[in-house]
């Protein structure tokens, strides 16, 4: 049913919000429109996939399930009844941009950051060369990527990159079976990583230890592995008195004593090595002539005056038949929407879309991808704050089209719908086939068998 054109927004007719994206950003922007008491509101939550938490499912690691305690504060929001999820919907196809201006009084784009940086070498896209996000994205189930053939048949991988996604991914190809038993690792990943020949994993950053951004918490992991062991060396780590007092980060110190204590320890002989190798630079994927990856040749770096990276002309080359490059996420335009092609942002100031009046973004998609998922929750209130300030002040067009008229809307479209209680079905199956196998969740990773769990 269509509703006339109104200049302000009350308890008959709310403000009513599409936000796009159902991950962290998504639910804390949610969260935040239904704590203000300026407006009362209505949202409409959507996602392109039927399930809700985006990276919080997708990206966290499976062996790190605290992490992902922070759903029962999303399930809490999504089930509010000024909430809707929409879930199996996808913006631009099944609702554009221009149905959901005609729909909503404002948008908020919190789509995050689902692609990835290259490293711009040869050989990049070999077979065997990849994202860490398509490896993460696979080994947890994520429907775009749980059908793709994931030959593990390399005993050595190189992990570009010295962040917390580097040390995810090593660790999970660094675990035991056994180990992996206890998480909720997709059962097709288990299954192949049961199977892994993996002995030696490399993890490669350009500058020294002081410049990696991973956590202590889980870089002190690589000491406590069942069949893995840590190796350092000692004179990629070594600081001088000025380097170290340089570093004033905790965080960074007590990283460099986990490393040293890591490189003065005695090979226990487990059957896999994690190399936590630092100055050193990717150069080149060598090519077995037949396509695969067959090694990755390096370049030995300095550090200078500055902290940046020079080569010194000295290579090496490390005996790898898998590359996982895990130097960055970046953001991925969404139709008729504003983008900056060089940072991979919606173009913004703070949060108001550049050139959109009604438009909003937070999270990653917003700022880049910095911070963990906390992080989006300033972030997110943040961009509500003018959002709620822009409805009082009169500057938002009012939609002429209400719920009822997103629901015709999408019906016409045969677009199969998926809701909060659907997605709640779905979860309860997962958690109980889990509990049958011993295991915390057996996820479903495929959409259409997704879809077949249904809120009776």
Same mark, same amino acid.
């Given at each position: 049913m269509s509703e006339p054109v109104i200049s302000s927004f009350n308890d008959q007719r709310p403000l009513r919000v599409a936000v796009i994206g159902s991950g962290p950003s998504g639910i804390f922007a949610?969260?935040?429109?239904?704590?203000?008491?300026e407006l009362p509101v209505?949202?409409?939550?959507?996602?392109?996939l039927p399930t809700p938490y985006g990276l919080v499912r997708y990206g966290v690691a499976p062996d790190h399930l605290t992490i992902k305690s922070v759903t029962r504060g999303f399930e809490k929001t999504l089930s509010d009844p000024r909430v809707r999820f929409l879930g199996n919907?996808?913006?631009?196809?099944? +609702? !554009?941009?221009? $149905?959901?201006? &005609?729909h909503y009084d404002a948008l908020l784009y919190t789509v995050g950051a689902s692609s990835d940086r290259r490293l711009g070498i040869p050989g990049e896209d070999l077979n065997g060369s990849m994202s860490a996000t398509e490896f993460v994205a696979w080994y947890n189930g994520h429907p775009d990527a749980a059908a793709r053939e994931m030959v593990l048949h390399a005993s050595g991988v190189a992990v570009v990159g010295v962040g917390n996604v580097a040390l995810d991914v090593t660790r999970i190809l660094a675990k035991t079976s056994a180990e992996l038993h206890d998480s909720d690792i997709a059962a097709h990943a288990l299954s192949a990583l049961e199977q892994s020949p993996v002995r030696d994993v490399w993890i490669l950053g350009r500058r020294g230890p002081a410049q990696a951004s991973f956590t202590t918490k889980e870089l002190r992991e690589f000491g406590e592995l069942?069949?893995?062991?840590?190796?350092?060396?000692?004179?990629?780590?070594? +600081? !001088?008195?000025? $380097?170290?007092? &340089?570093?004033?980060?905790?965080?960074?110190?007590?990283?460099?004593?986990?490393?040293?204590?890591?490189?003065?320890?005695?090979?226990?002989?487990?059957p896999r090595r994690v190399h936590l190798r630092f100055l050193v630079s990717p150069i080149e994927i060598l090519d077995d002539g037949q396509g695969n990856v067959a090694g990755l040749k390096v370049e030995r770096n300095r550090l200078d005056e500055q902290g940046n990276a020079v080569g010194t002309g000295e290579y090496e080359t490390l005996p790898v038949q898998m590359v996982l490059r895990s130097v960055g996420y970046r953001g991925v335009a969404l139709p008729e929407v504003p983008f900056d092609e060089r940072r991979g942002v919606i173009p913004n100031t703070e949060g108001r879309v550049e050139g959109r009046t009604g438009e909003y973004t937070a999270g990653w998609i917003k700022r880049g991808p910095s911070g963990v998922v906390g992080t989006n929750r300033k972030d997110a209130t943040d961009t509500v704050a003018h959002l709620i300030a822009d409805a009082k002040a009169g500057v938002l067009s009012p939609a002429v089209r209400g719920r009822e008229d997103v629901?015709?809307?999408?019906?016409a479209k045969g677009v199969d719908v998926y809701t909060f209680s659907d997605w709640k079905a779905l979860d309860a199956h997962e958690l109980s086939q889990g509990q049958a196998l011993g295991r915390p969740r057996a996820k479903v990773v495929h959409r259409h068998e997704?879809?077949?769990?249904?809120?009776?």
């Open positions: 949610t969260e935040a429109l239904l704590k203000q008491s209505q949202v409409d939550v959507f996602d392109r919907v996808e913006f631009g196809s099944d +609702l !554009t941009h221009e $149905e959901a201006r &005609a069942a069949e893995a062991e840590p190796v350092v060396y000692p004179e990629e780590i070594a +600081l !001088t008195e000025a $380097e170290e007092a &340089a570093i004033t980060d905790n965080v960074k110190k007590k990283n460099v004593e986990v490393l040293r204590d890591f490189a003065g320890r005695t090979s226990e002989g487990k629901d015709a809307l999408l019906q997704m879809l077949t769990h249904r809120n009776k």
